[in-house]
């Protein structure tokens, strides 16, 4: 069964520093989600990216982060000058059809920031 | 400021049992809704959708829908201490792609 993926599984870094999550969704599917998880907290949306630009996104998501697609398989999110409160479970997710339509989560990135 | 809630739990039922988790929502646009399962340390598992009022069945799962009363819920018949886990209730509403998240239910089911 197809299935979104995402690496690495673990990702520690300095605050300060820049990462870039990846993420490769179900291959027919062609609108794609990051969310973000904050140990003990629920399931936040981050952004949704659809033909090659952001479809929504929350407040949350400002000018420290960033997302692209950059090939036919791939989508990533770069965090940019990481602070202490990123630290989360990130989620990738694709649907193959629009709004309102099932979401189907990769298994996560756990992104710890020191 | 839409909201999703949820009775955070942990909602404790014998094996062979039902269990029933609920959720209510404050968007009265909201179009889709949907329940994730998600073990500890794990990602979100997609385990039912409902779009119209009623009850939707899928094997040992029935989700049932008013939206009149904004309220959606979760039916888990035959529980198996495999079905332990948290339960996430989410809502799309038709204006918007986001999914929005309950905190979840944790349910605990003993043998």
């Known amino acids: 069964e197809p299935e979104v993926t995402q690496t690495p599984s673990h990702q520690v870094t300095q605050m300060g520093q820049e990462v870039i999550l990846r993420c490769v969704p179900i291959?027919?599917?062609?609108?794609f989600y990051w969310y973000r998880q904050i140990l003990g907290q629920k399931v936040e949306f981050l952004v949704s990216?659809?033909?090659?630009?952001?479809?929504?996104k929350s407040e949350i998501f400002d000018d420290q982060f960033s997302v692209e697609r950059p090939d036919g398989s791939n989508f990533t999110l770069k965090i940019r000058s990481t602070k202490l409160e990123d630290s989360a479970m990130y989620f990738c997710?694709?649907?193959?059809?629009?709004?309102?339509?099932?979401?189907?989560f990769g298994p996560g990135t756990r992104l710890t920031v020191l | 400021q839409k909201e999703v809630e949820q009775n955070s739990g942990p909602l404790s039922v014998p094996e062979g049992a039902i269990a029933s988790l609920n959720c209510t929502y404050s968007?009265?646009?909201?179009?889709?809704f949907f329940w994730y399962r998600q073990y500890s340390g794990k990602s979100p598992e997609l385990i039912m959708s409902?779009?119209?009022?009623g009850d939707k069945e899928d094997g040992r799962f029935t989700a049932q829908l008013n939206k009149a009363s904004q309220y959606v819920s979760l039916l888990i018949r035959d529980s198996q201490p495999s079905d332990s886990a948290t339960y996430l209730c989410?809502?799309?509403?038709?204006?918007?792609?986001?999914?929005?998240f309950g905190k979840g239910t944790t349910l605990s089911v003993s043998s």
């Open positions: 291959s027919n599917h062609l609108y």
């Open positions: 409902i779009y119209s009022n």
């Open positions: 989410a809502v799309n509403d038709q204006a918007g792609t986001a999914l929005i």
């Open positions: 990216f659809y033909n090659n630009e952001i479809s929504e």
């Open positions: 968007d009265r646009g909201s179009q889709s």
């Open positions: 997710a694709s649907s193959e059809l629009g709004p309102g339509n099932e979401q189907f």
